[in-house]
């Protein structure tokens, strides 16, 4: 049995599509509570965080002077949601993050770092996001997060929650990356990240991926999941902002989650991207409840 809240972080301010604010409650609405619950956790839904902002999206993106898009916004959002991933931890629950655009892990990750000290993270992507405002082409921070929790690029999103930067390159594992930008490239080869892209997944299998990517995480005092939706294939999931095609197949997804689930390690995840409006008919916020019961222990047999 794990004690669970889920914290809905319905930021839309790291990317410019309007409708990923409404991913939270499109997997409410679609059983997410209740199918955790029949597993046999106990579930609390703490509801959304908001930040001090009147909206969790701008219609006009703006600019600041080192090219972040909405920079104060999701400074500000980063820092009410690592205090709501803080307090779960201290209560002895698991955070279970719903958004939202994947700038979110930029608090939700800053907040577990500070209870782990050699915290690994399991990054499930189409994308590396691994961009700093040194690097980004589009000064999109939801490709950010990985870069800014390496401690690089501007400052106060380094700074969110401590000082300093939040994770090791050593403990970090991409799995399903089709879509690099150049600067992401040559950043992973620099450092040395370990990161199975789509190839190395349709070589291996995803099983024996995830299986490796655990072993090189074994020595971390715990390990968050970062699931972005836009690692399975668009035709698993229409419903996210930037859809990469030759994606994972749900099947493969759920083979995955089932060997993650049974680590002791797991200790914090967030699932993120879905946008309802992009949906077709609610398919995408209906398999990410899927995703979600895998994670915590749900079974074929
Ligand atoms: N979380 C995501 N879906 N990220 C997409 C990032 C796309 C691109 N690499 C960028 O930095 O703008
Ligand atoms: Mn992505
Ligand atoms: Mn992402």
Redesign the pocket.
């Known amino acids: 049995m794990v004690k669970i809240d889920i914290i809905g972080a319905p930021t839309a301010f790291g990317q410019p599509k309007l409708g990923v604010s409404l991913g939270p409650d499109a997997v409410r609405f679609s059983g997410l509570e209740e199918n955790l619950k029949s597993l046999g956790h106990d579930v609390s839904d703490l509801g959304n965080v908001y930040g001090n902002y009147k909206t969790v999206y701008r219609k006009d993106n703006v600019k600041d002077g080192q090219g972040l898009i909405n920079f104060d916004e999701v400074r500000d959002f980063s820092e009410h949601l690592s205090q709501a991933v803080d307090n779960t931890l201290k209560n002895k629950r698991f955070p279970f993050v719903i958004g939202g ?2 700038s979110l892990s930029i608090g939700s990750v800053s907040a577990v770092s500070h209870h782990y000290s050699n915290l690994g993270v399991l990054w499930i ?1 189409a ?1 590396g ?1 691994i ?1 700093s405002s040194d690097t ?3 000064g ?1 921070i ?2 950010m997060p990985l870069g800014v929790l390496l401690g690089e690029g501007n400052e106060a999103l380094v700074n969110i929650n401590h000082k300093g930067a939040k994770l090791k390159h050593e403990n970090i594992v991409l799995v399903g990356v089709r ?1 690099l ?1 150049a600067g992401e490239k040559a950043y992973i080869k620099k450092h040395g990240i370990k990161c199975y892209t789509m190839s190395d997944v349709a070589r291996l299998g995803l099983d024996t991926v995830i299986t490796k990517a655990l072993k090189h995480l074994q020595e971390c005092d715990g390990i968050h999941l970062s699931l ?1 939706v ?1 690692s399975l294939d668009p035709m698993e999931m229409p419903g996210t ?2 859809k990469v095609d030759g994606g994972i197949f749900l099947s493969d997804m759920l083979l995955a989650l089932n060997i993650l689930s049974k680590t002791e390690q797991l200790v914090s995840a967030d699932l993120v ?1 879905v946008n309802p409006l992009l949906d077709n008919r609610n398919k995408t916020a209906v398999k990410a409840v899927t995703l979600a019961e895998y994670i915590f222990g749900q079974s074929q047999i």
Do not use: Q
């Open positions: 655009d994947h992507d994308h996001d961009n980004s082409p589009s999109n939801h490709g879509d930008d972005d836009d902002g930037t991207e």
